[in-house]
């Protein structure tokens, strides 16, 4: 299968593409990476990934996306493209988790043992998950869920690693650790439970509010 992941959750983005054999290793690759307004390269950095791996667009079978916890703009933005792509083309989508991202991602560095995956979640919470990593296993033990920085200082005390795309600026003994498309794609190579575009959306854990707009003025003129 051939694959094309995209990773936009964190202030990197990445295009990757990983191409194998259903009974063998992965055979090609490819990979690119952006920094800065979200808006901006998408398309150039699937074109480089591709053009690396030895693929053209029309080629890739199935199109996995970080569907974070993370930038809702960048989140969005992926899965739009994925959408669009699976309309006109019919391709497989998968919707992975940034946070399971990370955790492979610091397992693929070395970190081993208990972490506490952390990402910003604004308004002075975080998105905590917890994993217990070996070299060959990887095992959610706490799942994702909204926290207050007490408890996620109170996850770093326990003994746990706390790895995240910020998760140095909040917490001075954490690891800087970004989702990668490349890890992404390896997760994807190893899942089936492909779904509709229709059907993916960001993981977004504070319930949705909607404020009402208020009843328009009328303004009187003088004639």
């Not at 959408?83 to 998968?94: E, K």
């Amino acid at each position: 299968m051939k694959i094309l992941a995209l990773e936009f959750s964190s202030s990197e983005r990445s295009a990757a593409v990983l191409a194998f054999e259903s009974d063998g290793p992965s055979l090609l690759r490819g990979e690119a990476f952006e920094s800065g307004p979200r808006a901006v390269g998408a398309f150039a950095m699937i074109d480089s990934a591709l053009k690396q791996a030895q693929l053209e667009r029309e080629q890739i079978e199935c199109l996995a996306v970080g569907i974070g916890p993370g930038s809702y703009t960048g989140i969005r933005g992926a899965i739009a493209l994925a959408q669009g792509w699976q309309l006109a083309r019919g391709i497989h989508l998968l919707g992975i988790s940034s946070v399971e991202c990370i955790a492979a991602e610091a397992r693929s560095q070395g970190l081993l043992g208990r972490i506490g995956v952390v990402v910003d979640a604004q308004r002075g919470e975080f998105y905590l998950a917890g994993y217990e990593i070996l070299p060959d296993s990887l095992r959610e033990v706490d799942p994702l869920r909204l926290a207050t920085r007490d408890e996620v200082e109170a996850c770093l005390q326990s003994g746990a690693t706390l790895v995240g795309p910020e998760a140095v600026k909040w917490f001075p003994t954490g690891r800087l650790v970004l989702p990668r498309a490349t890890t992404l794609a390896s997760l994807a190579k190893e899942r089936k439970d492909f779904l509709p575009g229709e059907k993916m959306e960001p993981i977004y854990l504070r319930e949705t509010q909607f404020v009402k707009a208020p009843v328009p003025r009328k303004i009187s003129f003088a004639p």
